[in-house]
């Protein structure tokens, strides 16, 4: 009996240390998923100081999880450590492509393969909103600049062509990046076309000043021959 005490103690005291990290690592990744979807709000906002000290926060919260899952790895590739490192992946690639830095990289953000190009997805799909924003603000060219860097980052998606099991479910972020992608070119070419009637129509009348501008001299002298 002693025996069996002593290998169940020593199977119970895995357990609970394996406990212990899952309890933590819940904790850090909800505090790093609130930390990331503030900093997107901050950025959208164009509050990029206030984007920059989340995301500053938000690294520290990733390397934390990383760090206390160090010698449990089955929790740290569990779905709730991945799906928190995937939002901090979009966090820092929405902050880059806003704010007009070169994209950070999976290694630069220390998050696996899977979660970053998930991120990088999802990132994708979160400038929608920021395109539609330029496009009620006037500002139609930088909404174009994101739509193609949406359509650059599709396209390059689109081709990774590997099991779900490996790419944490990519093929499905890609789908649902597509169906928002679509929506986005619909409303950026509606906002071009009615662009380019505003423009017809400002030039036409600005045709029409110069013609009524042009006839008024001739008619002049007769008017005033008429009232003599």
């Known amino acids: 009996m002693n025996a069996i005490e002593t290998v169940v103690a020593a199977a119970v005291a895995q357990i609970e240390a394996s406990h212990t990290a899952r309890e933590q ?28 000290a989340l995301l500053a926060e938000a690294s520290a919260s990733a390397r934390a999880l990383r760090e206390s899952l160090a010698d449990h790895p089955d929790l740290l590739y569990a779905g709730y450590s991945q799906d928190a490192l995937k939002e901090y992946a979009e966090a820092a690639l929405v902050y880059a492509f806003l ?15 899977a979660a970053y190009l998930n991120g990088l997805a999802e990132a994708a799909s ?4 920021a395109i539609l924003d330029s496009m009620r603000a006037g500002a139609t060219a930088h909404g174009v600049a994101l739509l193609a860097i949406m359509d ?10 590997y099991p779900e099991a490996v790419t944490g479910g990519l093929r499905r972020t890609t789908d649902a990046l597509r169906a928002v992608l679509e929506r986005t070119r619909g409303d950026v070419t509606a ?3 009615q662009d380019h009637l505003i423009a017809a129509l400002e030039a036409f009348e600005q045709r029409l000043d110069r013609l009524q501008a042009a006839t008024l001299p001739r008619n002049t002298p007769l008017e005033q021959s008429d009232g003599g």
């Open 126 to 129: 979160e400038l929608r909103r």
């Open 25 to 52: 690592a819940l904790t850090l990744a909800r505090a790093l998923t609130r930390q990331c979807a503030n900093a997107i709000r901050a950025v959208h906002r164009r509050e990029f100081t206030e984007a920059a």
């Open 99 to 113: 704010h007009g830095d070169p994209p950070p990289d999976a290694a630069s953000l220390g998050v696996d393969a």
């Open 152 to 161: 650059d980052i599709y396209s390059l998606l689109i081709t990774i062509d």
């Open 191 to 193: 906002a071009i076309r």
